[in-house]
């Protein structure tokens, strides 16, 4: 073998697929003990896998670095100097667990998720035409914040999504089919191509023109699962000065029924009038309203179904596992796809959302992309993938409770310091794999850091960026740093990645200078306190690293900050803080 480690090897032959697993172990002895301490279920399954494949993991992380790390990954928000302070002295037994069922309940954390949320349920205005506005985005956005307020299973929130209906005033959820239907017919929009891949990790778009080249799903298959939306339309007031309202029917019974009204309306009106002539039109128009009216019914009394585009067939409902589907006459076909989509035997439904959630924890999914489950790209532990959907089907499906299993686990809590058996490991979590803050929290990290916060045009002020409803808000921060625009399910809309405008905005930011020169901000505050080289140097390395300096860095730094004019060293040294990779990465 050339490498070490396992490979996922595929057949496939006339449609049938298969994958099996390949291990090749490291040539290395590595002392049993290092995998003996496991403190939940997590545990077990990642160190029985480092084990099988002779890695060797990092040791545990100081608490410094997990205060900060889970705050960041848990409810995106810096420790204060005094919370640092607080968990640093506290030596009792379990401290972390307190500290995460504590950040469980804060409001951070319902902030945080509901964007989370926000940009799975791609909450964003229209594109083109906008007729939501920026108060439907809002308004959806505070319904998210709601249900994760009250812990709402994730099985609910998805099914309340899926079978959304009514006005965008009463039901905001609508908000959803406004942006991946619209003005479209279902065969026309992306609607099914986003639940697919929002709450299913199944990619089917591209059986749209074809058969899928890497998985079993036809072109038939993408238009029966199509038609599951078939009778979702909008419809839309002639002025736009009264809601979006979505109804069971289609874009064709929609706009007869919109006919049919106009038509009433104008025979009311001839109905007044006594000419001579009145009499021939009042029967003309009756006999078209009755024609308009049979040909709605004849619409109505349809099953659902949709034109394969193709081949012109009438395909109807069916799910993606090809099972039949009955579906009444007058009934909507969203209620049949919502039950098997959330059905607690659904792994593709409980496995996407484990995995999304195990890499904003992990930073690497257990299947890469987060929202690609397919036989042919197996999770790189699926005995740890099974036993978490498992562990997340029998609490109900309930979200704080699998967070809390992560992030207590002793895999979360890894050292990022490599060893020299594991510094190439990058799939099995020997150590935790660091990454950077997403755009909104390094935005908040940074404001927070300064005690200056941004302003958003159209919004309070004083609002964070995790409080935002989306992407529709001007920051030119918050577009250079990866911030999803939601125009598509996609997890790779949101980026972390590095790149060179983010550097050059960190060091030459005319906006972030202010913030650390800013009378009322923190450095000048402090400067101003009467306080202590020392005590300064503490409280700034707090309020950013949430740590104490080291020896060395105190050696070097307290010299600065001890002239009669420690201004310039000062801002200098927040600064350097601030660029460097520590205060930007959760690590």
Sequence with gaps: ARRYGEVALVAAFQGQVDTVLLTIPYPADVDPSLYAQRDNIVDEHVFDKLRSLHIEPSGLCDDATYLRRVMLDLIGTLPTAAE????FQDTSVGKRQRLVDRLLLRAEFVDHWAVEFGDLFQNRRERGGDIRGIKGVRA????IRQQVAINRPWDQIVRDVLLANGSTDDNPAVGYFVVTVGDLTATESDVGESVAQAFLGTRIGCAKCHNHPLEKYTQDDYYRFIA????????RPPNYLTPTKLVIGSKQTVTLSQRIESQQQEFAKLREQTDADSASRITEKEKLIQSLQDELTALLSQTARVIQPRTLQTLFPQALDRQPVAVAVDSDPRQQLAQWITHADNQAFSGTFVNRVWKHFFSVG??????DLRPTN???NPALLERLCTEFVQAKFDIRQIMRLMVTSRAYQLSSETTPANKNETRFYSHYYVKRQPAEVLLDSLCQATGVRDSYPG??????????????????FLMTFGRSDRFTACTCEKTTQVTLPQLLHLQNSPNILSKMTAPEGRLMQLLGSGRSAEQILDELYLNTLSRFPNDAERQQLLSGLQDVDRTESAVDLMWAILNSKEFTFNH
Excluded: K, N, T
């Design 84 to 87: 640092a302070r607080d968990f």
């Design 140 to 143: 959806f956005h505070q319904w």
């Design 228 to 235: 599951f939306f078939s009778r979702v339309a909008l419809q």
């Design 366 to 371: 257990l299947v890469e992309m987060v929202d």
């Design 378 to 380: 197996p999770p790189s």
């Design 459 to 476: 919004e309070i002020q004083g609002i964070r960026a995790i409080q935002l409803s989306g992407p529709h808000i001007d920051s030119y």
